[in-house]
């Protein structure tokens, strides 16, 4: 299987506790990136890595948020000190990113974390 | 910023056409993208398009006008398997963002 891949794929944790999810991308794609999804709500965008830079990351991204991309390839993203409000999916997307159309962008995504917070 | 809006809901009969409508404004537009979500699973890719037209693909096509900010996807031969929810996601100049989802429900 070459797609995107994500561990956990659930994970149940307490109030306070850290949490940290993992994603390897398809391999010979550059971009990586990470959304949380809500219940009848789109995926919210949270940040995303050119190889090993991250790039940009969300102005509603808290300081307990923070993911790495170390050798380009895989990232983890960790929560610390959750919240129940932290409870959601959490997506792993991966894209080309180089070319000079966007469909060389299309970002393809792994089957997702879900994370509940009691 | 971004700003994408599409229905919430839509139900469609299996055998028949339905049209999903996505509008946007945008500060910049580098493209746009339409995904199909089972519930519980992750988003599939289903077209782009980043000029204005049509792009036919099988069963699905899907439409863009930039100078409307307007976009629809086009579903021909419904089927149960159809159901699930329609992502409209505009690409600025960095990012993707995603609209909240049609919800298409196909009834027999």
């Known amino acids: 299987d070459t797609g995107v891949s994500q561990n956990p794929r659930h994970k149940i944790t307490k109030r306070g506790q850290n949490v940290t999810f993992r994603c390897d991308p398809i391999?010979?794609?550059?971009?990586l990136y990470w959304y949380r999804q809500t219940l009848g709500q789109g995926p919210e965008f949270l940040t995303y890595?050119?190889?090993?830079?991250?790039?940009?990351k969300s102005r509603l991204l808290s300081d307990r948020f923070s993911a790495e991309r170390p050798k380009g390839s895989f990232s983890t993203l960790e929560i610390q000190r959750t919240e129940q409000g932290d409870s959601a999916m959490y997506l792993c997307?991966?894209?080309?990113?180089?070319?000079?159309?966007?469909?060389?962008?299309?970002?393809?995504f792994g089957p997702g974390t879900r994370l509940t917070v009691l | 910023g971004q700003n994408i809006d599409q229905p919430t809901e839509m139900t469609a009969t299996e055998g028949a056409i339905v049209q999903i409508n996505c509008t946007y404004q945008?500060?910049?537009?580098?493209?746009l993208f339409w995904y199909q979500q089972h519930a519980g699973e992750a988003p599939t890719f289903l077209s782009y398009?980043?000029?204005?037209g049509l792009e036919e693909k099988g069963r699905f096509s899907s439409f863009l006008s930039r100078s409307k900010g307007y976009s629809y996807l086009l579903l021909k031969e419904l089927q149960m398997k159809d159901s699930a929810s329609y992502l409209c996601?505009?690409?600025?100049?960095?990012?993707?963002?995603f609209g909240t989802g049609t919800k298409l429900q196909v009834i027999p």
């Open positions: 997307a991966s894209s080309l990113g180089y070319g000079g159309t966007g469909a060389t962008d299309t970002q393809y």
């Open positions: 391999s010979e794609h550059n971009r």
């Open positions: 890595f050119q190889n090993e830079a991250q790039l940009e």
């Open positions: 945008t500060s910049g537009f580098n493209g």
């Open positions: 398009n980043v000029l204005d």
């Open positions: 996601a505009v690409k600025g100049y960095q990012k993707v963002t």
